[in-house]
């Protein structure tokens, strides 16, 4: 009885050793694997990199020192900010909500202003 010959997933190549054997190399392996979560791996990453910009954004409205500063929603807007987008939201007791891209966020104000704000680290 013939068996057929096992190939390699990615380049097609004879696979020699294990039985369970299916890529020729590490190579291959990688490529099969980043091939397989392509568009998963895109869409994270383009999230990612809109809430990084969002957090270097918002950072660079707050002069060094100080933990907040008051700015027109149209600056960060004309910037490139992303307002659909941000990591996670706070309410505070007076029922005002916070977006925020990592430990930087803003509070909406009203007429069009936002409060940029720095979130205290943990435990400091």
């Not at 807007?77 to 925020?100: E, L």
Request: hydrophobic content about 25%; charged content about 30%.
């Amino acid at each position: 009885m013939e068996t057929k010959p096992r190939l390699c997933l990615t380049c097609g190549k004879p696979l020699r050793g294990r039985i369970d054997k299916k890529f020729c190399d590490d190579a291959c392996r990688n490529t099969f694997n980043n091939q397989q979560n392509s568009d998963q791996n895109n869409y994270v990453r383009n999230v990612n990199h809109i809430l990084r910009k969002n957090r270097r954004l918002l950072e660079e409205q707050i002069p060094d020192g100080e933990e907040m500063k008051k700015v027109p929603r149209e600056k960060l807007a004309r910037a490139g900010f992303d307002f659909k987008y941000h990591t996670h939201q706070y309410q505070n007791q007076k029922g005002q909500v916070y977006y925020f891209s990592y430990e930087y966020g803003y509070l909406p104000l009203e007429g069009e202003w936002l409060l940029v704000v720095r979130r205290k680290a943990e435990g400091a």
